[in-house]
T-cell receptor, first 110, second 114 residues
Framework: ELKVEQNPLFLSMQEGKNYTIYCNYS?????LYWYRQDPGKSLESLFV?????AVKQEGRLMASLDTKARLSTLHITAAVHDLSATYFC??????????FGAGTILRVKS | DTGVSQDPRHKITKRGQNVTFRCDPI?????LYWYRQTLGQGPEFLTY????????KSRLLSDRFSAERPKGSFSTLEIQRTEQGDSAMYLC????????????FGPGTRLTVT
């Protein structure tokens, strides 16, 4: 059974600082997704990573995928308050469904 | 392209009642997924359709749950004899044809069972 683990589960950051969220998964897969969720809202797609070594960047967020290590990272550069949300990684299992991690609650303090 | 829509957005029901939710996927998306999310958790897969065929169901989907996609367009998720443990956000997502990997999520239906 595919397991997806995120850490940390809660992250309190100072504005302007950098940090990384880690996503480990238990089986071979070359498709990994990052989503953002604001309180009471649905999921907003951030990145879709489709191959080993894939790196994507949007604004202050950069995601990467290492399929050999079964690890994806979401790096936050110079955090701002607007980035406060819950971030989920998810792994595509056989193209049929996404298996999600528990989420990382990010709070950016000014 | 108006995105994935779900109806209703909120539903409060008494234990033992039946409820039905509707999902309209993005036009021409042939794959449709249902997930359930409880407070503080990530979404959990419930079931998946390709066109009108229901191809996979999770063990989470007890016999009180049934989903349909009769014409390969919109889908319904019915919960019979609701229990308090069914209280959750029910999310629908759709995805395009083979080679398109992104799943687009709807706004969700929040169910509260009292």
């Amino acid at each position: 059974e595919l397991k997806v683990e995120q850490n940390p589960l809660f992250l309190s950051m100072q504005e302007g600082k950098n940090y990384t969220i880690y996503c480990n998964y238990s089986t071979t897969s070359d498709r990994l997704y990052w989503y953002r969720q604001d309180p009471g809202k649905s999921l907003e797609s951030l990145f879709v990573l489709l191959s080993n070594g894939a790196v994507k960047q949007e604004g202050r967020l950069m995601a990467s995928l290492d399929t050999k290590a079964r690890l994806s990272t979401l790096h936050i550069t110079a955090a701002v308050h607007d980035l406060s949300a819950t971030y989920f990684c998810a792994v595509d299992e056989y193209g049929n469904k996404l298996v999600f991690g528990a989420g990382t609650i990010l709070r950016v303090k000014s | 392209d108006t995105g994935v829509s779900q109806d209703p957005r909120h539903k409060i029901t008494k234990r033992g009642q039946n409820v039905t939710f509707r999902c309209d996927p993005i036009s021409e998306h042939n794959r449709l997924y249902w997930y359930r999310q409880t407070l503080g958790q990530g979404p959990e897969f419930l079931t998946y359709f390709q066109n009108e065929a229901q191809l996979e169901k999770s063990r989470l989907l007890s016999d009180r749950f049934s989903a349909e996609r009769p014409k390969g367009s919109f889908s319904t998720l019915e919960i019979q004899r609701t229990e308090q443990g069914d209280s959750a956000m029910y999310l629908c997502a759709s995805r395009g044809a083979w080679g398109e990997y992104e799943q687009y999520f709807g706004p969700g239906t929040r169910l509260t069972v009292t």
